[in-house]
């Protein structure tokens, strides 16, 4: 097949209207045709690769018929009107299908797109020898002119935008693949532009209703589109936001462009045009043809465009890191669900907490981990804070506490006296059943209360609702002990300390690691241990990293230390052979 011929199919078949149900649209043009020549057969006749298949008919049963020998494939390799005043006497067409069937005398005009590419024919057929009028050939013209009419408006349907008359997304998205074809691997760029944020768009509707937020995006339209060069063509993707791609050149070009068509709009504020204060903003994307699909150039396009508004610039540059950061959160997020269903990428680690004066072990804060499928190792300090204001919270909280529950309660039977801290989000305790559920499971498997440690913080543990301190009522009355976590970082430790119902207080480790090397910070911790005390409170330090550290708490009547100098976070096999050795040596 020459390339011609494989354009050719393409386009046909892009237009996607081989074996489609017969359209009333068309048959109309058939009917027409039939009655205007007075011939019982008419039919637009579509060549595909091996056959010549019919949109519409009128006096043929069949839908299709070979292409080899058919008058219409002669229309579409010609691209011009044929006319077979009598098939029996043409050499070509004598022993053709057609004229087997009984059918003497064809007229077809070809279909032609507007690249140049013919389709088919429109035809009209008879069973008796017949001549054509030139008067009868422009009608056959006029014809298929207006079936060619009729496809282009099908075509075009759910392509461009009502609203502005501008190409949609669809559309961009096709003429991406054209683009692609003709010059793969060349480099473009998108500039995707919003007349006005995602909140600014809301509150438009909300005020000026949804017919003003139609006349700004048409405004915007016509604005974008005069200050564009001529020729290039601008996407309407709705919600006042449009695209169109530009040549590549340098970054510095690419900026001053984007603000110059930034200025453009904001322009109309300055002329009234649009009555209201509008934030166009710019996002630009680099990209190779080919390399990325349309929606993952409009997805990081807009994703530059919410970069720039975050960084309040007009315009910026589609960045991957940042577009990393914000696909491993999105990532992180979605796959959570997960992770708390097959029990196979979520586990605890056991961070050992000793007495100073005996060394004695007496508990462990349970840390959680995920050894995410793709990820690897994701650590809590980044995927708690993306949860905790999720709905994933309270699984993920109730996971921890089931298996830290069951780990502390195979210690208790192996008659290790060993308290397990547990880390619980301010959200938890927004949970109206959250003690009842935690005490349940603890009496399910005949754990003494104190056996378990909550640790909050203190933005937790003050100013909170009444559900909140409720639970926190139920739990100490149920005999567990509650720590303040990160003591020293919030900003109302002092005043509010005494108000706090904890047994107790664990020094941030942002003081404890520096201890012995610094005077300021040694002062600092010295008063919050004595303060913690005089209010009755137990003390633990935190990330304690050195001997120094170690000897300096010892000194100053810290009661336990956490940290990497006594031992790092571990398996609970681990743990246990840690213990043993501690014990034996
Ligand atoms: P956190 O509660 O302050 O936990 C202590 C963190 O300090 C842990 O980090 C621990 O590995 C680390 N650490 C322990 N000793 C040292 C030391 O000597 N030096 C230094 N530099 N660091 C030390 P991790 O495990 O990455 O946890 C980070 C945070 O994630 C935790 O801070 C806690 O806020 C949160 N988190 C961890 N597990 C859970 C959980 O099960 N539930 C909730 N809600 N939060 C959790
Ligand atoms: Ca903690
Ligand atoms: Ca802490």
Redesign the pocket.
Known sequence: MNAQEKNRLFALRQLNLLDTPPSESFDRITRMASQLFDLPISAVSLTDENRQWFKSRVGVDHWEIPRETAPCNGVCNSSQILIIPDLLTSDTYRDSYLANSGIRFYAGAPLVTREGHTLGAMCVLGKQPRQVTEQEQATLRDLAAMVMAQIELQHAFGRVDPLTGLSNRNQFAEDLQDLERDASNDRKVALFTEMVDASELSALHRTMGPAFLDELSRIAARCLQQAISPGVKLYHLGGCQFVHLVEYASDADLLTEALRLRQALLALVTSREVPVLVHPAIGIVPFYLGALAAGDVLRSAYAACLDARLAEKGAGLYSSDLDALYQRRFILLGDIGRALENEQELYLVYQPRVALESGECLGA?ALLRWHHPTLGEVSPGEFIPLIENTPMAKPLTQWVMRHAIHQAASWHRQGKALQV?V?VSATNLEEEDFAVRLLEEMARMALPSAAIEV?LTESALIGQGEVAANQLKALIAAGLRIAI??FGTGYSSLSYLHEIPAHTV?IDRRFITDLGEDARTETLVKSMISMAHDLGYRVVAEGVESEAAYQRLVQLGCEEAQGYFIARPLLPEVFEEWLQDRVEG
């Open positions: 804060e801290s880390n640790e976590d990160d664990k």
